[in-house]
Structures are given as structure tokens and as C-alpha cells.
């Protein structure tokens, strides 16, 4: 079974830039489209941007586009969401997610694997 951990989080000022990683243990990631989402405070948990087996990537927010990069590295297991130019509403714990789908939805039901999720504030 597919397990996800997500590191890289932290306080960064803004403008400044972050790289997350989404580590795969139990299985590889080989078959599997892999999503970022992100929960601020107070709103409901929104879908980034996602990968798919082939390395097709969607993105689903437009606030990130030409910011927010997604790439996988299936011989690390790892997949990494860049973040650059960030913004105080950017702030909010980002999760990885995987499908044995191997397509990208931003159905958060498409997804049966989560991280646990790791914090990003952006303040200065």
C-alpha cells in the first residue's frame, strides 16, 4: 500500500521560495497520478496542481500558475511541488496524494493515499 510523506514546509518571507517533497513508501509511484492540494484556515481543502503516471501535469488554481511547478522523479519515489513567489495567501498545509488512477482529477475521492501534511506560512 502507497504511503505518502510530505517535508519541505516552513516559514519563508514573501517572494521568497519553498520545495516540497511527497516521499513514497510501500509501492512505487510508477502507476500513479500524484496531486498537491492545500487547506488555509477557515477554507475547505482545494486541488493545486496534479502529475499523472506520463508526467502530464493540470493545474487547477490559477492564483499559482507561473509559480507553482509540480515534477516527479519516479526513480527517487518522490514527487516535488516548487513554489516560488509566494504570497501571505499562500499560507495554508499542503498535501500530496495519490491514485492508482494514474490520471489527474482534483476530486479529492480520486485520491486513495494522503500525506499527513506539512505547514507553509508565508509572513513577513
Known amino acids: 500500500q502507497l504511503q505518502l510523506v510530505e517535508s519541505g514546509g516552513g516559514l519563508v518571507q514573501p517572494g521568497g521560495s519553498l520545495r516540497l517533497s511527497c516521499a513514497a513508501s510501500?509501492?512505487?509511484?510508477?502507476?500513479?497520478?500524484i496531486g498537491w492540494f492545500r487547506q488555509a484556515p477557515g477554507k475547505e481543502r482545494e486541488a493545486i496542481l496534479c502529475i499523472s503516471y506520463s508526467g502530464l501535469t493540470t493545474n487547477y488554481v490559477d492564483s499559482v500558475k507561473g509559480r507553482f511547478t509540480i515534477s516527479r522523479d519516479d526513480a527517487k519515489n518522490t514527487v516535488y511541488l516548487q513554489m516560488n513567489s509566494l504570497k501571505p495567501e499562500d499560507t495554508a498545509v499542503y498535501y500530496c496524494?495519490?491514485?492508482?488512477?494514474?490520471?489527474?482529477?482534483?476530486?479529492?475521492?480520486?485520491?486513495?493515499?494522503w500525506g499527513q501534511g506539512t505547514q507553509v506560512t508565508v509572513s513577513s
Open positions: 496524494a495519490g491514485s492508482p488512477g494514474a490520471v489527474c482529477s482534483d476530486y479529492q475521492s480520486w485520491y486513495d493515499y
Open positions: 510501500g509501492a512505487t509511484l510508477d502507476y500513479h497520478a
